[in-house]
Nanobody, 121 residues
Framework: QVQLVESGGGLVQAGGSLRLSCAAS????????MGWFRQAPGKEREFVAA????????NYAGSVKGRFTISRDNAKNTVYLQMNSLKPEDTGVYYC??????????????WGQGTQVTVSS
């Protein structure tokens, strides 16, 4: 099993930045691709970004491309989401997830509890 704990959420003004972290423990972290998802009030959870096990391949939702950056430090068992130029529509609960395989794939096996991000206008 993999346990995931997100941190770094908070309240920020539009145009500001936040850096989310997701600390993993349990099964070998570096063998899984990792992803970030978010869920806004009244909406379904949506994909934000993903990164392969090596960190060499990344993928982003169109709405965040150019503003968000996903990265990972396998030595620290941590994945990050740097969020810049935040907009009110980025508000939601952000979840990290451990992928089913090492490459970016739609399947995710483990999920964190989420961290709230609120962007005020």
């Amino acid at each position: 099993q993999v346990q995931l704990v997100e941190s770094g959420g908070g309240l920020v003004q539009a145009g500001g930045s936040l850096r989310l972290s997701c600390a993993a423990s349990g099964r070998t972290f570096s063998r899984n691709a990792m992803g970030w998802f978010r869920q806004a009030p009244g909406k379904e959870r949506e994909f934000v970004a993903a990164i392969s096990w090596s960190g060499g391949v990344t993928n982003y939702a169109g709405s965040v491309k150019g503003r968000f950056t996903i990265s990972r430090d396998n030595a620290k068992n941590t994945v990050y989401l740097q969020m810049n130029s935040l907009k009110p529509e980025d508000t939601g609960v952000y979840y990290c997830a451990a992928g089913h395989v090492a490459t970016i794939d739609p399947r995710y096996d483990y999920w964190g509890q989420g961290t709230q991000v609120t962007v005020s206008s």
